[in-house]
T-cell receptor, first 114, second 110 residues
Framework: GAGVSQSPRYKVAKRGQDVALRCDPI?????LFWYQQALGQGPEFLTY????????KSGLPSDRFFAERPEGSVSTLKIQRTQQEDSAVYLC????????????FGPGTRLTVL | QKEVEQNSGPLSVPEGAIASLNCTYS??????FFWYRQYSGKSPELIMF????GDKEDGRFTAQLNKASQYVSLLIRDSQPSDSATYLC??????????FGAGTILRVKS
């Protein structure tokens, strides 16, 4: 079956621009996560949705970052007034409603802020 | 700050040898542990998860967990060049988010 998909795969933005990153989770998966991965580091948690409810946004680095999942499926991560330090790979993961709670990752969006 | 620590490597092993990857974590209450493999430029791919103390085997991979020592390891038997990648240890926190280590680079030389 289809895995997690993300778009765009690559995004170049000028400093100060707004960007929107999209995630399509595996069909039927209840949980959706966003992570940020800097070069040479492991992914770092940004935010977590269970269906349409955003249950944890403790990892969002500033109020310039905003995520939504209005219908409990597709999610969008928006970054306003991008800064150079926002350059990273943004990974989306989804998880079924099971006791294992394994997270399946999408291919990521590589954001470069010039 | 809950932490997951890994040796960054690179760990170099000859083809056919056993590769041993290690991870320690700070939260004594952690219950679920995961190993992901990440090829350069690709997304993390789940290899194994382990919840109970002891060993869990899946093909050439064995995960080992020691909660008393707060230590998780991954053994790869009969290492192949295709196993060359970054291996990420992750611990699930309350609320389902994963906390990752920085990863260990493994290089298998043919």
């Amino acid at each position: 079956g289809a895995g997690v998909s993300q778009s765009p795969r690559y995004k170049v933005a000028k400093r100060g621009q707004d960007v929107a990153l999209r995630c399509d989770p595996i069909s039927g998966h209840v949980s959706l996560f966003w992570y940020q991965q800097a070069l040479g580091q492991g992914p770092e948690f940004l935010t977590y949705f269970q269906n349409e409810a955003q249950l944890d946004k403790s990892g969002l680095p500033s109020d310039r970052f905003f995520a939504e999942r209005p219908e409990g499926s597709v999610s969008t991560l928006k970054i306003q007034r991008t800064q150079q330090e926002d350059s990273a790979v943004y990974l989306c993961a989804s998880s079924p409603w099971t006791s294992e709670d394994t997270q399946y990752f999408g291919p990521g969006t590589r954001l470069t802020v010039l | 700050q809950k932490e997951v620590e890994q040796n960054s490597g690179p760990l170099s092993v000859p083809e056919g040898a056993i590769a041993s990857l290690n991870c320690t974590y700070s939260d004594r209450g952690s219950q679920s542990f995961f190993w992901y493999r990440q090829y350069s430029g690709k997304s993390p791919e789940l290899i194994m998860f382990i919840y109970s103390n002891g060993d869990k085997e899946d093909g050439r991979f064995t995960a080992q967990l020691n909660k008393a020592s707060q230590y998780v390891s991954l053994l790869i038997r009969d290492s192949q060049p295709s196993d060359s990648a970054t291996y990420l240890c992750a611990v699930k926190e309350y609320g389902n988010k994963l906390v990752f280590g920085a990863g260990t680079i493994l290089r298998v030389k043919s």
